[in-house]
């Protein structure tokens, strides 16, 4: 079944052309059965890359899904244009009155700051209050899974010696649950991040199941035990090449950076990556919005009893 995207989104032609189905919302509009709603707060500087990135994966089920994209109000990306915005984004208070059935949080570069100090930290805290009654499952990523921790579990981050970039082994707690089903007992995922969170403090949590984790990068997958949160220390999204671009960046910044471990050939960033995570990307969305969105979401909204109406 097809991904529904806003028409015209420049997303949409390369993800055609990597054979995903697509359809613009014009014609998806015309089929008669009930697509999941999808929201994705994308806090990514380079929006049209994330967008794509989260595209490919959302659209590789055999669920219609209708994707919202979702810009904050209180900042304004520099490394976008505006008409971009205008044309395929919604600010919280244009859409605060609907219900979806998954949203999104994506990474966002400004982990070295206090929560609380991040211009726009009241918009998402507010947004994931709001999520708490309008959207049945959230899948948090990087940055967005540690506000979330943060948010929800009172877990706070701290920085690292030294950013964690490459590519990490990690090893799965639980094979029965389903969001990693199908997952090798041991697997590899990308990381990019100066600070962390506590393993122990993730482990010992009373309302968290740590999924996943990675001796040398912490915890990657973390469940919440209403299975409503899921929070991806990592970026599973991301293509063979996104880290050597970071990379690149930082270089040209004079930042004092290192070669992300375990992902250049021969450690040349010279050579090109290859990507080796790409089939658990894959089956991580597949299995949320199967039996964390789709099993579980009301068919109607609207006949959802003892419901708490969110009011601004």
Known sequence: MPINIPKNLPAGEILRKEKIFVMEEDRASTQQIRPLNILVCNLMPEKEKTELQLLRLLGNTPLQTNVTFLNTATYSSRNVSKSHLDSFYKTFHEIKHRRFDGMIITG????????????????????????????????????????????????????????????????????????????????????????????????????????????????????????????????????????????????????????????????????TPKNTWRAHSYLLFYNWLNYYVYQETPFDWHYVEDTIEFHI
């Open 108 to 271: 966002a570069p400004v982990e070295r700051m206090e929560f609380e100090d991040v211009s726009y930290w009241e918009e998402i805290s507010e947004i994931m209050d709001w999520a708490q009654v309008n959207v049945t499952s959230c899948m948090y990523i990087c940055w967005g899974a540690q506000a979330a921790l943060y948010k929800h579990f009172n877990i706070g981050k701290f920085e690292l010696p030294k950013k964690c970039s490459g590519i990490y082994s990690h090893v799965i707690t639980d094979l029965t649950v389903d969001l990693v089903r199908g997952f090798s007992d041991e697997y590899v995922a990308p990381h990019s991040r100066h600070t962390s969170v506590s393993l122990e403090e993730v482990r010992n949590h009373p309302d968290l199941h740590l999924l996943s984790y990675s001796e040398e990068a912490g915890p990657f997958i973390v469940q919440s035990k209403d299975t409503k949160h899921i929070m991806i220390t990592g970026h599973l999204e991301y293509d063979a090449t996104t880290l050597a671009d970071e990379y690149l960046r930082d270089v040209e910044k004079g930042e004092p950076v290192e070669i992300p471990v375990n992902y250049f050939p021969e450690n040349d960033p010279t050579n």
